[in-house]
């Protein structure tokens, strides 16, 4: 079968996605595994499933490069956000979209008729271990040390709407990712495995951050990760709550602003990159 597709990308975090208002896609999890693929298919992070909902302006399904369902994906909802405006699905600037975990509200900035950069509220984060989850005994698990291959790392573990550990670094940029990433994600502390950030603070506003995202390796950019730093951020003391904090990835920058009420939100651009055609067998 023929799918038309859409390559997008937000901040380097790049997906495939496929509108299915006009298209059924039977297998989500052998598609996402098959386009995935950088040297036999199209080449992402992950397949993206635009879809009618019952609760929402839109639904969006997304799937790791290894097949499996995530929840949330902060860059791939800012890119739902500029497919479905500039497609005239839904044409406002304020929009809502479905998710596993749960619905966020999309705020749209346009410019000529075409989307500019996207604001997700990302809701609150959860930082009760067994909601995160974590099997971790206290009330929440902020800078505890944790042994990884030998090595003790100090973690602090907070979701939005999937699970991450947090770890500040002196140095992020030569970090050997490719081996210490698997031996995070499969940590029998997280037991649906993990996103890990490794961060280091440059000041009280800014970030840099790389990710090991499970399921799909390293990646240029995670919005739920960066959410995620931001919020560890201000539990550690690092940064102050309130204030917009530019975190500086691989791929570009997010704004993330951890608000006083105790919602985040993200802020940053999302790319078109070609449309095409697809045979699956």
Sequence with gaps: MELQFSKMHGAGNDYIYIDCFAQEVPNPEEAARFLSDRHFGVGSDGLVLILPSETADVRMRMFNADGSEGKMCGNASRCVGKYVYEK??????ELTLETLSGIKKLFLETEGGEIKSVTVDMGRPVLTPAEIPAAWNGERLIDQPVMVKDTC???TAVSMGNPHSVVFCDEVAALPLSEIGPAFETLPL?????NTEFVRVIDSQTLEM????????????????????VVAA???????????????LLGGELKITYTE????????????????V???I
């Excluded at 997280?190 to 993990?194: A, G, K, L, Q």
């Excluded at 003391?237 to 975190?247: A, L, M, N, P």
């Excluded at 009420?261 to 095409?276: C, I």
């Design 88 to 93: 005239g699905i839904v044409r406002k600037p």
């Design 153 to 155: 790392y100090r973690i």
């Design 190 to 194: 997280f037991p649906e495995r993990v």
């Design 210 to 229: 790389r990710v090991w995202e499970r399921g799909s390796g390293e990646t240029l950019a995670c919005g739920t990760g960066a959410c995620a730093s």
């Design 234 to 248: 201000a539990l550690n003391g690092f940064c102050r709550q309130s204030e917009e904090i530019t975190v500086k």
């Design 261 to 276: 009420s105790g919602s985040v939100l993200m802020r940053g651009t999302a790319t078109h990159v070609f449309d095409g």
């Design 278 to 280: 697809v045979h699956l």
